[in-house]
T-cell receptor
């Protein structure tokens, strides 16, 4: 079955440093979504990527979708303490499914 | 509050008992998902509804789990004969279209003792 892996599992950074998480799917994706989950909270949608090679930016966050539509990345420039949380990618396969498979997540801690 | 609402927020039950959770999606959303999340893991897909039709169900889901969305509005998830391994956060999400963002509820935390 479809699997979605993320690396790293954990990342501790000093405030102001950059952070990147990578997402890899075992199957080609129709689209990929990114979510942020704060400790004790529920996943909150960040963005969706649909096109091969697509790049989208949201302030300090940059999202990329790979050319083969099997991988994606999230890069945060100059992290802030408010960036703390777990970042999940969620991909939907191209094979006529409705479900999104969530990645294993990357837990980010930002040290002030 | 016009977000996704889940009840109860917490449920403690004895092994072997049945439990039912309710999800009220955002009113104009016709798509509804149920997920299960355990500590340190990403949400695991359980089932998907489009209006009242259950269009997809995880093959990993045992027959002790059943979900309904009778009028295409709220949904219920029932777990029969609960086991300790069912202890998890059960999340509901809704969306308005196939490629649109999903809004998650706060979840129902189930503890089976």
């Amino acid at each position: 079955g479809q699997q979605v892996m993320q690396i790293p599992q954990y990342q501790h950074v000093q405030e102001g440093e950059d952070f990147t998480t990578y997402c890899n799917s075992s199957t080609t994706l129709s689209n990929i979504q990114w979510y942020k989950q704060r400790p004790g909270g529920h996943p909150v949608f960040l963005i969706q990527l649909v096109k091969s090679g697509e790049v989208k930016k949201q302030k300090r966050l940059t999202f990329q979708f790979g050319e083969a539509k099997k991988n994606s990345s999230l890069h945060i420039t100059a992290t802030q303490t408010t960036d703390v949380g777990t970042y999940f990618c969620a991909g939907r396969a191209t094979s006529g499914t409705y479900k999104y498979i969530f990645g294993t997540g990357t837990r980010l801690k930002v040290l002030a | 509050d016009t977000g996704v609402s889940q009840n109860p927020r917490h449920k403690i039950t004895k092994r072997g008992q049945n439990v039912t959770f309710r999800c009220d999606p955002i009113s104009e959303h016709n798509r509804l998902y149920w997920y299960r999340q355990t500590l340190g893991q990403g949400p695991e897909f359980l089932t998907y509804f489009q209006n009242e039709a259950q269009l997809e169900k995880s093959r990993l889901l045992s027959d002790r789990f059943s979900a309904e969305r009778p009028k295409g509005s709220f949904s219920t998830l029932e777990i029969q004969r609960t086991e300790q391994g069912d202890s998890a956060m059960y999340l509901c999400a809704s969306s308005s279209g196939r490629n649109t963002e999903a809004f998650f509820g706060q979840g129902t935390r189930l503890t089976v003792v």
